[in-house]
């Protein structure tokens, strides 16, 4: 068996959800804040662009990178609403931004390279580091600055096989999202150390409370030309199922990865590639009502969850997750989120899978009812522990 591979755990969060899933089949009630998707239907646009193309015959091979059309519309994307100006030709269009960041890792990578990763983290970046033959560097935070990674604990990280830095805004688990001036001080120091910034922007249109999203690669042409944008359909459009997330880089980076997709995967699904074009032309109307909901639904699962004693949580501003802390309760984080859901029909995602063993991350792309219940059967479950 390969040797680093053999070594990796699966994902815990499709293995929660899937726990879950199992327990309601055999008739349980269970609450679920595990699930990484949003609960929403794919809009009726774009499922009619995509069955439009099938019916079509769109039913071929696109370019191993991906179809024309849809890089142009990215291109078209990335410009007017990050600032981002790429040609077409620097966009990959793969199976899912983790794909995307899969093969951004693989072309980038030789052994060895260590590749900064502030904490909590999106569980797969470290383990598609070492995939890749690199070295994940974890870059701690406190959680008294809402978990934000600050340029200094970034310098103290960097070595001289460091290559890169993923920057996750809003970010996966905790919500947070990062000022322009806070990105533009963490860009600052990968400038000054020439490191790859990876930034993936894949819950860019899930931001609350009037904050607002900037792309990292916008700052100057410095910046873009260290930077990797990565993004995605599967949140924003609510295609999880779709397999559809792309990225966009410098010319050397693009050549490496087209390479590597073109032996690997090829092209992403043909007539889905046509569903992405439609999301990013005329879905707006349909983000804007999920993001609505998102956004309720925030605010009463955090009022519920702050006031449960000895719970805390940083208000997320962005994405559809919060991060309680639990460490008042004395045990951590997989033996509470399995207690949770063995003894009270809960479902949540173990901390300790993001680098956050004093935490639990609860999704909030659920409907209020489940909030509502599930926030209640955790408030009694903690009082007896
Ligand atoms: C969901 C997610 C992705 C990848 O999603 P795909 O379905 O593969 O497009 C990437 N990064 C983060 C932080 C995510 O939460």
Redesign the pocket.
């Known amino acids: 068996m390969n040797k680093i591979i053999e070594t990796i755990p699966p994902s815990v969060s499709l293995s929660i959800t899937s726990k879950a899933k199992a327990l309601v089949a055999a008739g349980e009630s269970v609450c679920s804040f595990a699930a990484?998707e949003p609960d929403f239907d794919t809009p009726a646009v774009i499922k009619a662009a995509a069955a439009e193309a099938l019916e079509r015959g769109e039913t071929k091979y696109t370019p191993a990178s991906g179809a024309v059309k849809l890089r142009e519309a990215i291109a078209e994307k990335l410009e007017r609403e990050n600032g981002l100006v790429y040609t077409p030709q620097q966009i990959i269009v793969s199976n899912?931004?983790?794909?995307s960041?899969f093969n951004v890792f693989m072309a980038m990578l030789n052994p060895g390279d260590e590749v900064l990763i502030p904490a909590p983290y999106?569980l797969s970046y470290p383990e598609m580091v070492k995939i890749a033959g690199g070295v994940p560097v974890v870059v701690e935070t406190e959680e008294a600055r809402d978990f934000k990674v600050t340029p200094e604990a970034v310098e103290a990280s960097i070595t001289d096989q460091t290559v890169a830095i993923v920057i996750?805004t809003p970010s996966?688990p905790i919500g947070i999202v990062y000022s322009g001036e806070e990105l533009s001080a963490l860009a600052d120091v990968a400038l000054k150390h020439n490191l790859w910034i990876i930034s993936?922007e894949?819950?860019e249109k899930m931001v609350y409370d009037n904050v607002e999203h900037v792309s990292v690669g916008s700052f100057s042409d410095d910046v873009l030309a260290r930077t990797v944008t990565v993004n995605?359909?599967?949140?924003a459009y609510s295609m999880?199922g779709w397999?559809?997330?792309y990225f966009a880089a410098p010319m050397p980076l693009v050549k490496v990865a087209g390479t590597l997709q073109s032996h690997s995967t090829s092209g992403p699904n043909t007539f889905a590639q046509f569903g992405g074009v439609a999301a990013l032309t005329s879905a707006a109307s349909d983000v804007a009502e999920m993001v609505a909901a998102f956004s309720d639904r925030r605010e009463f699962m955090y009022e519920r969850l702050s006031a449960i004693d000895g719970v805390t949580c940083v208000n997320p501003q962005g994405a559809f997750y919060m991060l309680p802390n639990i460490a008042s309760f004395g045990v951590d984080s997989v033996t509470f989120a399995s207690r949770l859901l063995e003894e009270a029909g809960v479902a949540v995602v173990p901390g300790a899978a993001f680098g956050a063993d004093g935490n639990v991350r609860m999704s909030y792309a659920c409907s209020k009812e489940n909030i509502e219940e599930g926030v209640s059967r955790l408030a009694a479950f903690v009082a007896k522990l």
């Open positions: 990484g899912g931004a983790k794909h960041l999106w996750n996966n993936d894949i819950y995605g359909f599967s949140k999880t397999r559809l997330g």
